[in-house]
């Protein structure tokens, strides 16, 4: 029987973007052209993984990932487990030591169940004013 959605799968995505480890792209997102992601700091679509992985590079992320102080979070969290594809839903923070208020926008994280665990097909990152 196959295995339903974790939310723990969410989770190794915020520790992703807390330790701006690039290593991790790979065990995360779809490693093919079919991947998309909209950020919240860039217009426009970014389409296939190697896209992808340069969008991660120009924030900071490297191999290995590296010590930083800002801080990702999301809170309000719904999924919705489809079988094959997972919808997850949230309100993501991002904290700068350099700012008092946290940037904060909605997040939609499309989920695809593949051979070897669930992937991350598309992102959609929006701001909150």
């Known amino acids: 029987m196959a295995q339903g959605f974790n939310v723990k799968i969410v989770d190794d995505w915020v520790k992703?973007?807390?330790t701006y480890d690039l290593?991790?792209?790979e065990k995360l997102f779809l490693k093919d052209g079919?991947?998309?992601y909209f950020s919240s700091e860039r217009q426009g679509?970014?389409?296939g993984y190697e896209a992808l992985v340069k969008h991660h590079e120009g924030f900071g992320f490297v191999k290995g990932?590296?010590?930083q102080p800002n801080k990702l979070w999301l809170e309000g969290m719904d999924?919705?487990?489809f079988g094959d594809s997972a919808i997850v839903c949230a309100v993501w923070f991002f904290k700068r030591p350099s700012s008092e208020t946290p940037?904060?926008?909605p997040v939609t994280i499309v989920y695809q169940r593949m051979p070897g665990g669930w992937l991350i097909?598309?992102?959609n990152f929006g701001n909150y004013k």
Request: glycine letters at 8%; zero cysteines.
């Open 34 to 36: 079919r991947v998309t």
């Open 121 to 123: 097909a598309h992102a």
């Open 79 to 81: 999924v919705e487990d």
């Open 16 to 18: 992703f973007w807390n």
């Open 103 to 105: 940037q904060k926008g």
């Open 65 to 67: 990932g590296k010590t």
């Open 45 to 47: 679509v970014i389409k």
């Open 23 to 25: 290593n991790q792209v």
